[in-house]
């Protein structure tokens, strides 16, 4: 709280991904987003591609869930992650 001087619980979230890398944090958010337009299964494992700027770098193996239900989003699975110093 005291970086933050407050924070939302979907800030949070989103900063708690981003420890990992922020390719982490857009993976999810594109699951997310994507089961939520209806391009994904929420009932079946998929792999999310994401990264920075200059390039894919990050692979997870996920879960889905809608956003009204984003506890239920699980990170199955770290396939490819930056090494971050």
């Known amino acids: 709280m005291e970086k ?3 924070i939302s619980w979907t ?3 989103a900063y708690v991904y981003y420890t990992f890398s922020q390719g982490t944090k857009v993976a999810v958010e594109i699951v ?3 089961a939520d337009a209806g391009l994904i299964p929420v009932d079946q494992e ?3 591609i994401a ?3 200059v390039g ?3 692979a997870l193996v996920i879960k889905p869930a809608y ?3 984003f506890f239920s989003l699980k990170v199955l ?3 490819a992650k930056p090494r971050v110093a």
């Open 4 to 6: 933050f001087g407050g």
């Open 11 to 13: 800030d949070l979230i």
């Open 32 to 34: 997310v987003n994507s």
């Open 46 to 48: 998929v792999i999310t």
């Open 51 to 53: 990264g920075t700027g």
């Open 56 to 58: 894919a770098d990050t």
């Open 67 to 69: 956003s009204t239900d």
């Open 77 to 79: 699975e770290i396939i």
